[in-house]
């Protein structure tokens, strides 16, 4: 036992260890916010369409999970994936898609019960008479919504029903049963599912125009007609080279006016490729203006880009030439656009991150050497995708290299992250590796680029 003034002596002197070693230390920065945790600050939700196929890439599976707050099945909620011979109906796609936004907190769009296109067979050449068809499309939207009651918390009910002057859409549900068919699918998936906000979604509505006044006069009816209907969707697949819509946020406000949510809904912004600098700045704008308009817009619920990555994009394979359409690259990387859309909705503008290289030789012998790469996240946010840059100040070459993907061309080399070591979380690292070959002087690289921006060395 300590006499009473040493223990009071002791107690003082850890104390004050305690405080200085609590200033030694410095605050760990917080994360930056994600897309989703940025709209969500503001009331919205920003979220990113996904297919089945996908879900086996885990970088992209990680980023989906944590960049967006809410989901929408692509393809696996329609009606060819979900009844693909009447009434025998199928949900394993859907399910897999659905769990997966649960898992991550993510609200779930539902994408779509009743279109023209992707339909069975059975359905578009059926033959159906109009009591008959009225039934399957009924039964149809019961069932589905029905399954995901609880789950899906907005529905895109009927899918383009309009032609792009304002007038019915000829599909067979048209031809057949009129514009009845739509009050008709609203009002089943309503009773189906009386939580979910039920819309009509269709392209080229974005701005003023003949499509986008048949569908304000459709609401308006539907409304006037005491049809269920809560949010009208915009799709927004925009292309640089035919200009942007045409007075967009005054176009969603007269929506909202008429009292109906309104949502983008499958963003994208494509371009006539090869990309370049100047195109990629338009692009940036383009979604920053479309998010600007909708934050003005107090009704304006969310934004869904319809994939978030060029590697898993529609757009090349329906409008050759053209693509480059979404805010992350190929290999995952962050594009201009996407600084641009955080920027508009608040945050930091700039990319988050930051990223120090240390480069070591290992071993060296005659004329080979073995090197060594480790990155590290310096910045706040995670890296999601990488690519690392330098230049051999010699004749140096990567014969054989592990841990990355390599590539040469004459002093310059890139190394492109693997499937699993794609995230660095802020503070990680990963260390990469390779052989070489070399004559002369074996002198280090003193400069590189993660994702194009500058690393610290050392």
Not at 44 to 51: E, L
Not at 124 to 134: D, H, I, K, T
Not at 213 to 226: E, F, H, I, P, R
Not at 309 to 316: A, G, V
């Amino acid at each position: 036992m300590f006499p009473p003034h040493l223990s009071r002596l002791l107690l003082a002197l850890v104390s004050a260890f305690v405080v200085l070693a609590a200033l030694a230390v410095p605050p760990a920065q917080a994360a930056e916010p994600t897309l989703g945790e940025l709209a969500a600050a503001k009331g919205r939700y920003f979220g990113s369409a996904t297919d089945n196929p996908e879900l086996t890439d885990a970088p992209y599976v990680a980023i989906l999970g944590s960049e967006f707050n809410s989901i929408t099945p692509g393809n696996s909620l329609k009606w060819e994936a979900t009844e693909p011979q009447r009434g025998q109906f199928t949900f394993a796609k859907g399910d897999e898609v659905v769990a997966l936004g649960q898992r991550n907190g993510q609200m779930v769009r539902g994408h779509t019960l009743v279109w023209h296109s992707q339909l069975p067979d059975w359905v578009s050449n059926g033959g159906f008479p109009a009591a008959e068809l009225r039934s399957i499309l009924r039964n149809h939207v019961t069932t589905v919504a029905s399954h995901y009651k609880g789950k899906v918390a907005h529905w895109d009910v009927v899918n383009e029903p309009f032609n792009e002057d304002g007038t019915f859409r000829d599909s067979v549900f048209y031809r057949t049963l009129g514009e009845s068919y739509i009050a008709d699918a609203l009002r089943a998936a309503r009773a189906a599912d009386p939580g979910a906000k039920l819309y009509i979604n269709d392209y080229n509505t974005d701005g003023l125009g003949a499509k986008s006044d048949g569908m304000y006069n459709l609401v308006k009816s539907l409304k006037a007609q005491g049809v269920p209907i809560d949010g009208v969707g915009f799709q927004g697949h925009l292309a640089l080279q035919y200009g942007f819509p045409n007075r967009m946020q005054e176009n969603l406000q007269r929506f909202a006016d008429l009292g109906v949510d309104v949502a983008i809904t499958e963003l994208d912004i494509r371009m006539i490729l090869p990309a370049d600098a100047t195109k990629l700045a338009t692009q940036a704008t383009w979604y920053s203006d479309v998010t600007k308009a909708c934050l003005a817009v107090s009704r304006c619920v969310g934004i869904t880009v319809w994939d978030y990555t060029d590697k898993y994009s529609w757009i090349p394979g329906v409008f050759p030439g053209e693509g480059a359409a979404l805010p992350y690259d190929e290999n995952l990387r962050p594009k201009p656009a996407y600084a641009a859309l955080r920027t508009a909705l608040g945050g930091k503008p700039g990319d988050p991150t930051s990223c120090k290289v240390a480069y070591k030789v290992a071993s060296q012998w005659n004329t080979g050497f073995t090197g060594s790469v480790t990155i590290t996240n310096t910045g706040s946010g995670a890296i999601n995708g990488w690519n690392l840059k330098f230049s051999f100040p010699g004749d140096q070459k990567v014969t054989h290299g592990w841990n990355a993907g390599w590539a040469q061309s004459g002093a310059a080399v890139t190394a492109t992250n693997a499937s699993w070591n794609g995230t660095l979380a802020a503070g990680a690292s990963t260390t990469i590796g390779f052989n070489g070959s070399y004559t002369g002087t074996n002198t280090a690289p003193g400069a590189f680029t993660l994702n194009d921006q500058n690393c610290t060395a050392g």
